[in-house]
Protein backbone atom coordinates (compact mmCIF):
# COMPACT_ATOMS: atom_id res chain seq x y z
CA UNK A 1 0.00 0.00 0.00
CA UNK A 2 2.98 2.16 1.02
CA UNK A 3 4.31 1.59 -2.83
CA UNK A 4 0.70 3.05 -4.04
CA UNK A 5 0.90 6.43 -2.35
CA UNK A 6 4.55 7.04 -2.90
CA UNK A 7 3.97 7.10 -6.47
CA UNK A 8 1.07 9.46 -5.82
CA UNK A 9 3.16 11.83 -3.48
CA UNK A 10 5.81 11.84 -5.99
CA UNK A 11 3.17 12.99 -9.04
CA UNK A 12 1.80 15.31 -6.94
CA UNK A 13 4.93 16.87 -4.78
CA UNK A 14 5.91 20.57 -5.32
CA UNK A 15 2.86 21.33 -7.78
CA UNK A 16 1.66 23.94 -5.44
CA UNK A 17 -1.85 21.98 -5.40
CA UNK A 18 -4.73 23.26 -3.05
CA UNK A 19 -7.06 21.03 -1.56
CA UNK A 20 -10.39 22.13 0.42
CA UNK A 21 -11.78 20.49 3.28
CA UNK A 22 -14.99 21.72 4.03
CA UNK A 23 -15.46 20.04 7.74
CA UNK A 24 -12.76 22.65 9.03
CA UNK A 25 -14.00 21.04 12.66
CA UNK A 26 -13.44 17.75 12.44
CA UNK A 27 -10.54 16.12 14.43
CA UNK A 28 -9.71 13.68 11.44
CA UNK A 29 -9.71 16.03 8.59
CA UNK A 30 -7.88 18.40 10.69
CA UNK A 31 -5.21 15.45 11.67
CA UNK A 32 -4.89 15.06 7.78
CA UNK A 33 -4.62 18.66 7.04
CA UNK A 34 -1.81 19.04 9.55
CA UNK A 35 -0.27 15.54 8.48
CA UNK A 36 -0.03 17.64 5.03
CA UNK A 37 0.59 20.92 5.62
CA UNK A 38 3.95 19.58 7.38
CA UNK A 39 4.81 17.78 4.69
CA UNK A 40 4.45 20.18 2.29
CA UNK A 41 2.90 17.66 0.11
CA UNK A 42 -0.56 19.95 -0.74
CA UNK A 43 -1.53 23.25 1.05
CA UNK A 44 -5.11 22.58 2.82
CA UNK A 45 -7.68 24.91 3.12
CA UNK A 46 -10.19 24.34 5.92
CA UNK A 47 -13.74 25.65 5.92
CA UNK A 48 -15.23 27.35 8.78
CA UNK A 49 -14.48 29.95 11.72
CA UNK A 50 -10.29 30.43 11.63
CA UNK A 51 -10.68 31.17 16.12
CA UNK A 52 -12.42 27.63 16.42
CA UNK A 53 -10.59 26.27 14.25
CA UNK A 54 -7.06 27.32 15.38
CA UNK A 55 -8.15 26.69 18.57
CA UNK A 56 -9.17 23.04 17.85
CA UNK A 57 -5.91 22.76 16.06
CA UNK A 58 -4.25 24.03 19.28
CA UNK A 59 -5.94 21.74 21.83
CA UNK A 60 -5.04 18.87 19.42
CA UNK A 61 -0.98 20.17 19.07
CA UNK A 62 -1.55 20.08 15.03
CA UNK A 63 0.46 23.50 13.11
CA UNK A 64 -1.49 25.08 10.79
CA UNK A 65 1.20 27.38 9.77
CA UNK A 66 1.04 26.28 5.81
CA UNK A 67 -2.97 25.67 5.63
CA UNK A 68 -4.96 28.49 4.86
CA UNK A 69 -8.81 29.20 6.83
CA UNK A 70 -11.61 30.25 4.89
CA UNK A 71 -15.26 31.45 6.66
CA UNK A 72 -17.85 31.59 4.35
CA UNK A 73 -19.51 34.11 6.29
CA UNK A 74 -16.21 36.47 6.19
CA UNK A 75 -14.65 35.94 3.26
CA UNK A 76 -12.94 38.77 1.18
CA UNK A 77 -14.18 37.35 -1.99
CA UNK A 78 -17.82 36.52 -1.49
CA UNK A 79 -19.01 38.89 -4.15
CA UNK A 80 -17.25 37.17 -6.57
CA UNK A 81 -18.43 33.82 -5.77
CA UNK A 82 -22.18 35.22 -5.60
CA UNK A 83 -21.53 36.23 -9.19
CA UNK A 84 -19.90 33.12 -10.78
CA UNK A 85 -22.81 30.74 -8.31
CA UNK A 86 -25.44 32.84 -10.21
CA UNK A 87 -23.99 32.43 -13.45
CA UNK A 88 -23.73 29.12 -13.81
CA UNK A 89 -26.77 28.61 -12.02
CA UNK A 90 -28.73 30.20 -14.96
CA UNK A 91 -31.73 31.29 -13.51
CA UNK A 92 -31.90 28.62 -10.47
CA UNK A 93 -30.47 31.50 -8.09
CA UNK A 94 -30.79 34.68 -7.33
CA UNK A 95 -28.02 36.79 -5.73
CA UNK A 96 -29.98 36.43 -2.26
CA UNK A 97 -30.22 32.96 -2.89
CA UNK A 98 -26.69 32.50 -3.47
CA UNK A 99 -25.41 34.27 -0.68
CA UNK A 100 -27.67 31.94 1.78
CA UNK A 101 -26.45 28.97 0.11
CA UNK A 102 -22.60 29.76 -0.01
CA UNK A 103 -22.82 30.27 3.78
CA UNK A 104 -23.17 25.96 3.40
CA UNK A 105 -19.42 24.94 3.66
CA UNK A 106 -19.85 22.33 0.94
CA UNK A 107 -21.55 24.57 -2.02
CA UNK A 108 -18.79 27.33 -0.50
CA UNK A 109 -15.72 24.85 -1.15
CA UNK A 110 -17.27 23.54 -4.48
CA UNK A 111 -16.87 26.88 -5.46
CA UNK A 112 -13.76 28.06 -4.60
CA UNK A 113 -12.74 25.07 -6.76
CA UNK A 114 -14.92 25.92 -9.57
CA UNK A 115 -13.15 29.82 -9.67
CA UNK A 116 -9.54 28.06 -9.17
CA UNK A 117 -8.68 29.00 -5.78
CA UNK A 118 -8.32 25.70 -5.30
CA UNK A 119 -7.68 22.18 -7.27
CA UNK A 120 -10.12 20.24 -5.47
CA UNK A 121 -12.41 18.83 -2.52
CA UNK A 122 -12.83 16.06 0.27
CA UNK A 123 -15.09 15.96 2.09
CA UNK A 124 -17.80 13.49 3.83
CA UNK A 125 -16.51 12.63 7.18
CA UNK A 126 -19.13 14.66 8.91
CA UNK A 127 -21.73 15.06 5.96
CA UNK A 128 -24.00 12.76 3.23
CA UNK A 129 -22.71 11.26 -0.17
CA UNK A 130 -25.76 13.67 -1.15
CA UNK A 131 -24.11 16.42 0.54
CA UNK A 132 -21.01 16.07 -1.36
CA UNK A 133 -21.98 15.50 -4.97
CA UNK A 134 -24.73 17.51 -5.10
CA UNK A 135 -22.79 20.91 -5.09
CA UNK A 136 -20.58 19.22 -7.27
CA UNK A 137 -23.19 18.19 -10.13
CA UNK A 138 -24.99 21.46 -9.69
CA UNK A 139 -21.74 23.90 -10.02
CA UNK A 140 -18.46 22.24 -11.12
CA UNK A 141 -20.66 18.74 -13.78
CA UNK A 142 -19.50 16.16 -15.82
CA UNK A 143 -16.78 16.58 -18.29
CA UNK A 144 -17.77 17.24 -22.14
CA UNK A 145 -19.22 13.60 -23.43
CA UNK A 146 -19.66 12.41 -19.82
CA UNK A 147 -23.06 11.77 -18.62
CA UNK A 148 -23.08 11.10 -15.39
CA UNK A 149 -19.96 10.40 -12.32
CA UNK A 150 -19.24 7.50 -11.23
CA UNK A 151 -17.16 6.08 -7.93
CA UNK A 152 -14.57 3.29 -8.10
CA UNK A 153 -12.43 1.63 -5.39
CA UNK A 154 -8.94 0.69 -6.17
CA UNK A 155 -8.31 -2.87 -4.40
CA UNK A 156 -4.87 -3.64 -2.74
CA UNK A 157 -3.08 -6.27 -1.35
CA UNK A 158 0.27 -6.38 -1.54
CA UNK A 159 1.33 -5.50 -4.99
CA UNK A 160 -2.09 -6.36 -6.32
CA UNK A 161 -3.79 -3.31 -7.50
CA UNK A 162 -7.57 -3.48 -9.16
CA UNK A 163 -10.07 -0.58 -10.30
CA UNK A 164 -13.64 -1.83 -9.89
CA UNK A 165 -16.50 0.21 -10.65
CA UNK A 166 -18.86 1.46 -10.09
CA UNK A 167 -19.30 0.83 -6.52
CA UNK A 168 -20.50 4.18 -5.65
CA UNK A 169 -23.20 6.27 -7.43
CA UNK A 170 -25.34 4.75 -10.36
CA UNK A 171 -27.85 2.38 -9.41
CA UNK A 172 -29.04 0.77 -12.76
CA UNK A 173 -26.61 1.90 -15.11
CA UNK A 174 -27.60 1.37 -18.85
CA UNK A 175 -25.04 -0.13 -21.75
CA UNK A 176 -24.06 3.70 -22.44
CA UNK A 177 -23.64 4.31 -18.98
CA UNK A 178 -21.56 0.89 -18.65
CA UNK A 179 -19.57 2.21 -21.86
CA UNK A 180 -18.64 5.73 -19.82
CA UNK A 181 -17.65 4.12 -16.79
CA UNK A 182 -15.41 1.98 -18.32
CA UNK A 183 -13.53 4.22 -20.02
CA UNK A 184 -13.05 6.57 -17.32
CA UNK A 185 -12.42 3.78 -14.89
CA UNK A 186 -9.27 2.88 -17.31
CA UNK A 187 -8.33 6.76 -16.87
CA UNK A 188 -8.73 6.91 -13.17
CA UNK A 189 -6.68 3.21 -13.59
CA UNK A 190 -3.44 4.65 -15.63
CA UNK A 191 -3.24 7.33 -12.66
CA UNK A 192 -2.25 4.74 -10.47
CA UNK A 193 -0.07 3.42 -13.00
CA UNK A 194 -2.07 0.03 -13.87
CA UNK A 195 -1.80 -0.66 -17.24
CA UNK A 196 -5.94 -0.99 -18.09
CA UNK A 197 -7.58 -4.39 -18.64
CA UNK A 198 -10.68 -3.96 -18.81
CA UNK A 199 -13.15 -6.52 -18.41
CA UNK A 200 -17.38 -5.83 -17.98
CA UNK A 201 -18.84 -8.17 -15.48
CA UNK A 202 -22.04 -10.18 -15.91
CA UNK A 203 -23.42 -13.59 -15.04
CA UNK A 204 -22.12 -14.54 -18.59
CA UNK A 205 -19.81 -15.18 -20.35
CA UNK A 206 -19.74 -14.14 -24.50
CA UNK A 207 -23.26 -15.26 -24.50
CA UNK A 208 -23.64 -18.29 -22.28
CA UNK A 209 -27.07 -17.07 -20.96
CA UNK A 210 -29.25 -15.01 -23.16
CA UNK A 211 -31.28 -12.16 -20.89
CA UNK A 212 -31.60 -8.18 -20.96
CA UNK A 213 -29.06 -7.96 -18.28
CA UNK A 214 -26.63 -9.94 -20.19
CA UNK A 215 -27.66 -8.33 -23.39
CA UNK A 216 -26.64 -4.94 -22.20
CA UNK A 217 -23.36 -5.89 -21.01
CA UNK A 218 -22.94 -6.90 -24.15
CA UNK A 219 -24.46 -3.75 -25.79
CA UNK A 220 -21.97 -1.98 -23.22
CA UNK A 221 -18.63 -3.55 -24.69
CA UNK A 222 -19.56 -2.74 -28.16
CA UNK A 223 -20.01 0.87 -27.13
CA UNK A 224 -16.90 1.19 -25.44
CA UNK A 225 -14.76 0.03 -28.15
CA UNK A 226 -16.44 2.24 -30.56
CA UNK A 227 -15.33 5.26 -28.22
CA UNK A 228 -11.71 4.25 -27.45
CA UNK A 229 -11.13 1.32 -29.87
CA UNK A 230 -7.45 1.78 -28.39
CA UNK A 231 -8.57 0.09 -24.80
CA UNK A 232 -8.00 -3.33 -24.27
CA UNK A 233 -11.57 -4.19 -23.14
CA UNK A 234 -13.76 -7.43 -23.52
CA UNK A 235 -17.16 -9.13 -22.25
CA UNK A 236 -19.42 -10.13 -21.32
CA UNK A 237 -17.22 -12.03 -18.42
CA UNK A 238 -18.37 -13.52 -15.11
CA UNK A 239 -15.53 -12.87 -13.12
CA UNK A 240 -13.29 -15.93 -13.35
CA UNK A 241 -13.25 -16.06 -17.40
CA UNK A 242 -12.29 -12.34 -16.62
CA UNK A 243 -9.32 -13.43 -14.04
CA UNK A 244 -8.41 -16.48 -13.97
CA UNK A 245 -6.10 -17.40 -17.06
CA UNK A 246 -7.39 -21.05 -17.47
CA UNK A 247 -11.14 -20.55 -17.28
CA UNK A 248 -10.38 -17.51 -20.17
CA UNK A 249 -8.70 -20.46 -21.68
CA UNK A 250 -11.97 -22.30 -22.05
CA UNK A 251 -14.63 -19.87 -21.85
CA UNK A 252 -13.40 -17.04 -24.13
CA UNK A 253 -10.08 -18.29 -25.93
CA UNK A 254 -10.67 -15.51 -28.46
CA UNK A 255 -10.89 -12.44 -26.50
CA UNK A 256 -7.76 -10.14 -25.62
CA UNK A 257 -8.73 -10.49 -22.00
CA UNK A 258 -6.93 -13.52 -20.91
CA UNK A 259 -7.87 -13.89 -17.04
CA UNK A 260 -5.82 -11.07 -16.68
CA UNK A 261 -7.86 -8.25 -16.25
CA UNK A 262 -7.16 -5.36 -14.04
CA UNK A 263 -10.22 -3.31 -14.48
CA UNK A 264 -13.70 -4.74 -13.30
CA UNK A 265 -16.74 -3.27 -14.53
CA UNK A 266 -20.32 -4.18 -12.80
CA UNK A 267 -23.19 -4.10 -14.22
CA UNK A 268 -25.06 -2.67 -11.18
CA UNK A 269 -24.31 -1.06 -8.26
CA UNK A 270 -25.51 -3.52 -5.87
CA UNK A 271 -23.10 -6.07 -7.96
CA UNK A 272 -20.49 -3.84 -7.50
CA UNK A 273 -21.12 -2.86 -3.61
CA UNK A 274 -21.45 -6.36 -2.89
CA UNK A 275 -18.27 -7.57 -4.78
CA UNK A 276 -15.96 -5.08 -3.44
CA UNK A 277 -17.10 -5.92 0.14
CA UNK A 278 -16.30 -9.51 -0.46
CA UNK A 279 -12.76 -8.87 -1.46
CA UNK A 280 -12.02 -6.19 1.54
CA UNK A 281 -13.70 -8.33 4.38
CA UNK A 282 -12.89 -12.27 2.57
CA UNK A 283 -9.99 -11.40 0.57
CA UNK A 284 -8.32 -9.19 2.76
CA UNK A 285 -7.82 -6.20 0.18
CA UNK A 286 -7.90 -2.75 0.90
CA UNK A 287 -10.56 -0.57 -0.37
CA UNK A 288 -9.39 2.87 -1.12
CA UNK A 289 -12.70 5.48 -2.46
CA UNK A 290 -14.99 5.72 -3.67
CA UNK A 291 -13.12 7.85 -6.13
CA UNK A 292 -15.58 9.86 -7.72
CA UNK A 293 -14.55 10.23 -11.96
CA UNK A 294 -15.88 11.90 -15.03
CA UNK A 295 -16.75 15.32 -12.81
CA UNK A 296 -14.57 18.89 -14.58
CA UNK A 297 -12.87 19.05 -11.40
CA UNK A 298 -11.92 16.43 -8.64
CA UNK A 299 -14.44 16.57 -5.86
CA UNK A 300 -14.55 12.84 -3.44
CA UNK A 301 -16.56 11.70 -0.86
CA UNK A 302 -15.13 10.35 2.55
CA UNK A 303 -17.18 7.70 4.85
CA UNK A 304 -18.85 8.93 7.92
CA UNK A 305 -17.14 6.46 9.29
CA UNK A 306 -13.54 7.09 7.63
CA UNK A 307 -10.17 7.60 10.03
CA UNK A 308 -7.55 10.21 10.01
CA UNK A 309 -5.52 8.09 7.52
CA UNK A 310 -8.14 7.73 5.13
CA UNK A 311 -8.68 11.37 4.68
CA UNK A 312 -4.83 11.75 4.31
CA UNK A 313 -5.01 9.12 1.31
CA UNK A 314 -8.19 10.78 -0.53
CA UNK A 315 -6.56 13.87 -0.42
CA UNK A 316 -3.62 12.66 -2.16
CA UNK A 317 -5.94 10.51 -4.71
CA UNK A 318 -7.75 14.33 -4.83
CA UNK A 319 -4.73 16.29 -5.43
CA UNK A 320 -3.24 13.62 -8.22
CA UNK A 321 -6.66 13.98 -10.06
CA UNK A 322 -6.09 17.23 -10.50
CA UNK A 323 -3.11 17.24 -11.88
CA UNK A 324 -4.25 14.53 -14.70
CA UNK A 325 -7.01 17.27 -15.85
Do not use: W
Amino acid sequence: MSDLFSVLKEKVNGQNLKIVFPEGMDERILAAAGRLAAEKIITPILIGNSQAIEAKAKEMDISLEAAEIFDPSNFAMIDELVAAFVERRKGKATEEDARKILLDENYFGTMLVYTNKADGLVSGAAHSTADTVRPALQIIKTKEGVRKTSGVFIMVREDEKYVFADCAINISPDSQDLAEIAIESAKTAKMFDIDPRVAMLSFSTKGSAKSPETEKVSAAVQEAKLRDPHLTLDGEFQFDAAFVPSVAETKAPDSPIKGDANVFIFPSLEAGNIGYKIAQRLGNFEAVGPILQGLNRPVNDLSRGCNEEDVYKLALITAAQALEK
